[in-house]
């Protein structure tokens, strides 16, 4: 495999995302302007983006790139019990630490109807779209092309920083943020990467993926320095020790979660060698 095919094809697959979400949204704001409540808009937007990325991924890799889809980890769903415990205990554990801390809750002073909304936003397009379509195209798409070329090392290495990268785009953060952002992004790249290679497929890195975007950032409950006014309950922290807080982009970068990040890595990687043995 070229490096010209590895490139374009990396490109083409982030492409693809961008499209998948840019017409799912537009249709979303168009069932918007038909008066259909926020929250259904925003479970018609959630499917339409994981509909619309998984046809065209699909095509792409067929069609223009003259693989299989199995090749690039799109295989039938199956999904491993270990790793449904882990999505579930992975936020639910760094939210337990957090609540441990001084800090209070914040009630949002949301309607019901914006309640109703935000949660529909959170778990379907933010949680279960947005966490299976990256896990397609990093740890689907891009993750193989480069195992086909440089080998699994790299294969775990360049998308992850390529994804931690892509968190910074177009935010106007501190150099300290955006350290922060760009280490806990490769760190946790490279926890999704591991666990779509121990299994063979993108389903188990995109349920802790998508599981991890609902409990963390799906606007039910919202871990910061101050209120966030688009989830239902914020648990505000009494400190700014950025280390905790994560600088700018919040919890996500933090070393609580940095550290979450590497203990899931880790069974990852001994599961990975254990299989390797066996």
């Known amino acids: 495999m070229g490096v010209k095919k590895v490139l374009g094809g990396s490109a083409g697959a982030v492409f693809l995302l961008i499209v998948s979400q840019v017409l799912a949204s537009a249709a979303g704001m168009g069932l918007d302007g038909l008066n259909i409540p926020a ?44 790793w449904i415990v882990t999505a579930v205990l992975l936020p639910a554990a760094v939210t337990g630490i957090y609540l441990l801390l001084p800090g209070g809750f914040v009630r949002s002073e949301m309607t019901g109807g914006e309640m ?27 993750l193989h092309l480069i195992k086909a070329k440089w080998g699994p090392t790299a294969a775990v290495l360049l998308p992850s920083v390529l994804f931690g990268a892509v968190h910074i ?32 497929s993108v389903w188990n890195s995109g349920l802790v993926h998508a599981l991890w975007n609902i409990l963390m950032i799906g606007g039910i409950l919202s871990i910061g320095e101050a209120p966030d006014p688009y989830s239902v309950m914020t648990y505000v922290l009494n400190t700014r020790n950025f280390l905790l807080t994560g600088g700018e982009f919040g919890v996500e970068a933090s ?12 069974l990852a990687l001994m599961l990975l060698k254990k299989k390797r043995h066996s």
């Open 169 to 200: 785009i177009g935010m106007d953060f501190s150099p300290v943020s955006c350290l922060l952002v760009l280490s806990a992004g490769t760190m946790v790249g490279i926890m999704f990467s591991l666990i779509a290679l121990e299994g063979g």
């Open 39 to 82: 929250g259904i808009c925003n479970m018609a937007a959630g499917a339409l983006y994981l509909t619309i990325a998984l046809f065209l991924t699909r095509l792409f890799v067929e069609k223009v790139l003259h693989q299989s889809v199995e090749s690039v980890g799109l295989t039938r769903l199956r999904i491993d019990g270990k």
């Open 255 to 266: 070393a609580i979660a940095a550290a979450g990040y590497c203990t899931v890595s880790l």
């Open 116 to 142: 109703f909304a935000a949660i529909c936003a959170g778990v379907f397009f933010t949680g279960i779209a947005a966490g299976f379509v990256e896990e397609i195209v990093f740890r689907g798409v891009i």
